[in-house]
Nanobody
């Protein structure tokens, strides 16, 4: 069982920056997938950025060029650097870790973990 603890949220003015961090209580492996999601009031949770095993990154169209996802395997932490923040970026941000396991026959199974969420508020 892995616990994820987020930090770095807060209140910032439009145009400002924040860096979210997510510390895992267990190891993060190269075969794992990590992601950040957010949920604005009254809206469903949406994928903001992901970093899949193999190094493939994906960003929501609305954050491309402004957000950067990264992982530090040595310290078992993942981060989301957010630049040029906009009021529409406001929401609760969640980190997600999918630990992938492969059987001797190549069958994949995944265990998914979530952080508790951290509030990001961007004022106009």
């Amino acid at each position: 069982q892995v616990q994820l603890v987020e930090s770095g949220g807060g209140l910032v003015q439009a145009g400002g920056s924040l860096r979210l961090s997510c510390a895992a209580s267990g190891n993060i492996f190269l075969a794992d997938d990590i992601a950040w999601y957010r949920q604005a009031p009254g809206k469903p949770r949406e994928l903001v950025a992901s970093l899949r095993a193999g190094g493939i990154t994906t960003y929501a169209e609305s954050v491309k060029g402004r957000f950067t996802i990264s992982v530090d395997i040595t310290h078992n932490t993942m981060s989301l650097q957010m630049e040029n923040l906009r009021p529409e970026d406001t929401g609760v941000y969640y980190c997600n870790l999918d630990q992938n396991y492969y059987s001797d026959y190549g069958e994949k199974s995944t265990t998914s973990y979530w952080g508790q969420g951290t509030q990001v508020t961007v004022s106009s």
